[in-house]
Antibody, heavy 115, light 112 residues
Framework: EVQLAESGGGLVQPGGSLRLSCAAS????????MSWVRQAPGKGLEWVAN????????YYMDSVRGRFTISRDNAKNSLYLQMNSLRGEDTAVYYC????????WGQGILVTVSS | DIVMTQTPLSSPVTLGQPASISCRSS???????????MSWLHQRPGQPPRLLIY???IRFFGVPDRFSGSGAGTDFTLKISRVEPEDVGVYYC?????????FGQGTKLQIK
């Protein structure tokens, strides 16, 4: 069974940093593109970034490019999102997702940016 | 960037009656590989999104056959043949053909 478990969320002050992790199991992690998608409280879904199977290609949404870094460790079946210079508008539930014809989603982890 | 526009944004429906949600993209979602990476998701309050339909019309594992997807190019539709109580929540269309990927605003399905 495909499982994706996010961790590392919490409360951080504006300008601070946080690193999210996503532990994958139940599939061959190194064979899939992976994405981070977020959802601000009471709002819709917003794609944040993704990374190719081998980590060689990465894409970001405009508002996080230069502040967020997506990475992966295929030996550990793990996906990461390093978030720096955090702003209030980054407050959201962050979902890890496996890309494929049928996307699979984690349960999500809350990140709150507030003083 | 591709803009995904859903209509309606709110849909009150009667149990057992059909429901339909439309999604229009600002550009064709046909990928260079010939596939159209357009999906429908369902989200209940406090829950992660759940995939219903992918590549326009393919139902995901375990999705009841009362859900169906159709369309092509820029215009897509999700239909529920007979609404059940568990169908309430927000429905999103999503495109993963072009970067950045994008979602519709969401359509809230409520029972009358």
């Amino acid at each position: 069974e495909v499982q994706l478990a996010e961790s590392g969320g919490g409360l951080v002050q504006p300008g601070g940093s946080l690193r999210l992790s996503c532990a994958a199991s139940g599939f061959t992690f190194s064979s899939y593109w992976m994405s981070w998608v977020r959802q601000a409280p009471g709002k819709g879904l917003e794609w944040v970034a993704n990374i190719k199977e081998d980590g060689s290609v990465k894409y970001y949404m405009d508002s996080v490019r230069g502040r967020f870094t997506i990475s992966r460790d295929n030996a550990k079946n793990s996906l990461y999102l390093q978030m720096n210079s955090l702003r209030g508008e980054d407050t959201a539930v962050y979902y890890c997702a496996r890309e494929s014809s049928g996307w699979r989603w984690g349960q999500g982890i809350l990140v709150t940016v507030s003083s | 960037d591709i803009v995904m526009t859903q209509t309606p944004l709110s849909s009150p429906v009667t149990l057992g009656q059909p429901a339909s949600i439309s999604c229009r993209s600002s550009h064709s979602l046909v990928h260079s590989d010939g596939n159209t990476y357009m999906s429908w998701l369902h989200q209940r309050p406090g829950q992660p999104p759940r995939l219903l339909i992918y590549q326009i019309s393919i139902r995901f594992f375990g999705v009841p056959d009362r859900f169906s997807g159709s369309g092509a190019g820029t215009d897509f539709t999700l239909k529920i043949s007979r609404v059940e109580p568990e169908d309430v929540g927000v429905y999103y269309c999503m495109q993963a053909t072009h970067f950045p990927y994008s979602f519709g605003q969401g359509t809230k399905l409520q029972i009358k």
